[in-house]
């Protein structure tokens, strides 16, 4: 039986997504269509563990986009300084190779996120999930009109999202993080249908992420069987808090 991290509910996840050093959000992943931009990332990610956060999500948006790390230094102090409060923390973003990954889990991270590296090197996570176990791999499955999407949203696949969920979940992932490129960033509202899919032809824990705009997009989302969600704009511009987010599931 794979060993595979599991959730004892529907788990709000706050984003901190990094590029040049700052806290950003963008609008469907688009350089420079910031609406939200913060000068000290770490302080962002220790106010929502103040806040309440359990698990945060960490993406150096400088990797994914353009393969190069530039927000390595802050990734580590954030790690470092969530691991003595006992948050989990998955990173992603440019980790394209085995090093990459054991390097993070060293430091102390609980989940790598795999995205471009897995779907063009799927062999990569078979050996990952063998070396250091199902729970520590997360790949990330974006999609744009139905379709599998690479290299910070610019290179569409031909694949969809449930023929890969099927085929990581296969290799070894321990979970899944999707994302809805259609509705990312909007603030719009989310579209259950492509997670609700994804859910029920996979057997390992979903992560839903892409167009929360309110409260009742989280309980739309947690009726699709998705083990947590990740969110960013709306909690950054203020649509809702994360203590009434996590309320609100609770409820």
């Not at 688009?30 to 990610?45: C, H, M, N, Q, T």
């Not at 610019?154 to 809805?180: H, I, W």
Request: glycine share 10%; charged share 25%.
């Amino acid at each position: 039986m794979p060993e595979m991290w599991l959730l004892m509910d529907f788990e709000v996840i706050p984003a901190v997504d990094m590029r040049n050093g700052k806290c950003v959000q963008l609008v469907q992943g688009v350089p420079g269509s910031e609406i939200v931009s913060l000068d000290d990332p770490f302080a962002v990610a220790l106010d929502w563990v103040e806040k309440g956060a359990k698990t945060l999500h960490l993406i150096d948006l400088d990797g994914a986009i353009e393969g190069k790390r530039k927000n390595a230094q802050i990734v580590e102090r954030i790690v470092k300084a969530c691991k003595e409060k006992g948050v989990t923390i998955q990173v992603g973003g440019g980790i394209r190779n085995f090093e990459d990954v054991a390097a993070l889990l060293k430091l102390g991270v609980s989940r790598v996120i795999l995205g471009t590296a897995a779907l063009q090197d799927p062999e990569l996570v078979k050996s990952l999930a063998y070396a250091f176990g199902n729970k520590f791999v997360t790949v990330a499955l974006d999609a744009k009109n139905g379709r599998i999407s690479i290299k910070g949203w610019t290179e569409v696949c031909t694949q969809t999202p449930v023929e890969m969920g099927r085929k990581f979940e296969e290799l070894g992932a321990g979970s899944l993080l999707f994302t809805n490129i259609d509705t990312e960033g909007l603030m719009q509202g989310v579209n259950p249908i492509p997670t609700k899919e994804l859910v029920e032809s996979v057997s390992i824990p979903v992560i839903a992420s892409g167009g929360v705009s309110s409260l009742q997009d989280l309980r739309i989302l947690k009726e699709t069987g998705a083990a947590g969600v990740v969110i960013g704009s709306a909690l950054y511009t203020g649509k809702f808090t994360l203590e009434d987010a996590i309320e609100s599931i609770r409820n």
